[in-house]
């Protein structure tokens, strides 16, 4: 496997933006990705469809995953007594005040955006295709929650809009997906995977980072599995304890074991992944941001844009950049 090269010339007024194929980073960021798919600013704008997930309506089982609690990310103007057009509205009012040239794509975060016959989330898709302003779509998903009927409807979508299908794979170990009630394997993941990919849809994949049980080298070598797959976009993001959840209460009696990690712990670690991943697969995000009413650990005290800067600091003083250890044993 060729050796990605790295040239980290200094960049006048930005000293910590290393350059590299990437551009002033030295990863393939979303936006970079967004620019070979669309002209002009982009912006992810979240939808409530009020749908559920196996995991907690009985089909899989109950009480959700261990870790998951969706009022702590979901924005608050996605309300299910509003339509699918009127949170997008409502959403494109907020940014359209700044950035009145923006576009949108629709973004179905919450649950389990799959989960419902095929003509009824394909009416809910098709509405928001036609808001002004919408782009496309990004579909949150299980990998366990699509069928080929939905598949084969968005791959007919997607010749004429951008479609992605972003699954929460979580973990590719099969021991702790199951000890974090998670309800499907990572054979499924992959399956799912490949078989988006092959509608010419994109696929985005979703990672938490120190789920209990998950040790720091197979978290790692995690970048190396998902990179034999056809992957166009992950999102990372590190555990956090939110309250409510089953592990916030294993987490308050002392029933678990947790490798909560130091923000500079934990930068080392997106690097360490970064290294190992395909050169061409788009880095989306590397946290995530809970309400701190909401957290009980680790609380950082740091905004995205604060910890992508430790990342980019963490690369330039090691001389690599993504996709530098891709292919190496």
Request: glycine content about 8%.
């Amino acid at each position: 496997m060729k050796r990605i090269m790295c040239n980290f010339a200094a960049v006048k007024h930005q000293p910590v933006m290393p350059v590299s194929q990437f551009g002033l980073l030295p990863y393939l960021s979303y936006s970079r990705y967004l620019q070979r798919h669309f002209e002009g600013k982009m912006q992810k704008i979240s939808v409530n469809l009020g749908l559920s997930c196996p995991n907690r309506d009985g089909r899989i089982g109950r009480g959700g995953c261990a870790y998951c609690r969706n009022d702590s990310f979901s924005p608050a103007y996605c309300h299910t007594n509003q339509s699918v057009a009127e949170q997008l509205a409502e959403g494109i009012r907020f940014f359209s005040r700044k950035y009145p040239e923006m576009r949108y794509l629709a973004y179905f975060q919450t649950f389990t955006n799959t989960y419902a016959e095929t003509a009824e989330v394909m009416k809910r898709y098709e509405e928001a295709l036609a808001v002004d302003g919408v782009e496309g779509l990004v579909i949150g998903t299980r990998p366990d929650c699509v069928p080929d009927t939905i598949l084969d409807a968005l791959g007919r979508l997607a010749t004429k809009h951008y479609v992605m299908l972003e699954y929460g794979v979580e973990c590719t170990d099969d021991v702790v997906l199951k000890r974090v009630n998670r309800g499907h394997t990572f054979a499924q993941a992959a399956d799912a995977i490949r078989r988006t990919a092959d509608r010419g849809l994109q696929v985005g994949v979703h990672l938490i980072m120190g789920l209990p049980g998950h040790g720091l080298q197979a978290m790692k070598e995690e970048a190396t599995t998902l990179s034999d797959l056809p992957i166009n976009v992950v999102k990372l993001h590190q555990l956090q304890i939110v309250r409510g959840t089953s592990l916030a209460a294993q987490y308050e009696k002392g029933e678990t074991q947790l490798n909560l990690f130091t923000a500079d712990a934990y930068a080392a670690l997106v690097v360490d992944f970064l290294e190992r991943l395909r050169p061409d697969i788009a880095a989306e995000r590397f946290t995530a941001q809970c309400p701190k009413s909401l957290l009980l650990a680790p609380d950082w005290g740091l905004k995205n844009y604060e910890f992508a800067d430790l990342v980019v600091k963490e690369f330039h003083r090691r001389g690599t950049c993504q996709g530098s250890r891709y292919g190496q044993v």
